[in-house]
């Protein structure tokens, strides 16, 4: 099956700083989702890319699935954006979505 | 109408106890998930509902029984489970064959096996 791998594992930032979360899956994707995961356990949806650009206020992300990698872009970091960052992709002809091992964020005040 | 509503929130039950799980969703999604996660671990899928049939079984075991009784409703009964049972278990829905298949979660319910 697919392998999704997210880098860096932990992410330390101050308030204000800018950051670029990295995936990389093993096969073709039709469906590449990015999820923020709060300290509360709530699975919130941030982006669906299976391919391109999007911007949601000081979020972005970009899939180039010729070449099997997506990045999240934090911009001017905020306290509330700590939490866990997933990637989760799932390949044509199924319902099998495969998440990523996360990325773990704390911003410091 | 976004959510998906997970009851209960929290649960204790003992290796003998009979129990559920329930989610609902009123988005119009024919797709319904399992999800386990483990502290500090990724979610790992369970089950698939695909227009209320069984889609995926990823090796459950038999002590967890998912029914899907309509296309709106998602649940996961449980029988006899073990310590390591012990987890977040977290249910999804998305659109079917559209394209935007985004997954939105509930906010889980913690199950506690003693």
């Known amino acids: 099956g697919i392998q999704v791998e997210q880098s860096p594992p932990d992410l330390i930032l101050q308030e204000g700083a800018n950051s670029t979360l990295r995936c990389n899956f093993s096969?073709?994707?039709?469906?590449l989702q990015w999820f923020h995961q709060n300290p509360w356990g709530q699975l919130i949806n941030l982006f669906y890319?299976?391919?391109g650009t999007k911007q949601n206020g000081r979020l972005s992300a970009t899939t180039v699935a010729t070449e099997r990698y997506s990045l999240l872009y934090i911009s001017s970091s905020q306290t509330t954006d700590s939490g866990v960052y997933f990637c989760a992709a799932r390949n044509t002809g199924g319902f099998k979505t495969i998440f990523g091992a996360g990325t773990r964020l704390f911003v410091k005040a | 109408d976004t959510e998906v509503t997970q009851t209960p929130k929290h649960l204790v039950m003992g290796m003998t106890n009979k129990k559920s799980l329930k989610c609902e969703q009123h988005?119009?999604?024919?797709?319904m998930y399992w999800y386990k996660q483990k502290a500090k671990k990724p979610p790992e899928l369970m089950f698939v509902?695909?227009?209320?049939?069984?889609?995926i079984n990823e090796s459950v075991p038999s002590r967890f029984s998912p029914e899907c009784p309509n296309s709106s409703l998602l649940n996961l009964h449980l029988h006899a489970l073990q310590p390591e049972d012990s987890a977040l278990y977290l249910c999804a829905s998305s659109q079917v064959g559209s394209t935007n298949e985004k997954l939105f979660f509930g906010s889980g319910t913690q199950l506690s096996v003693l």
């Open positions: 096969d073709s994707v039709n469906n």
């Open positions: 988005m119009g999604h024919r797709a």
């Open positions: 509902y695909s227009y209320e049939k069984l889609s």
């Open positions: 890319i299976p391919s």
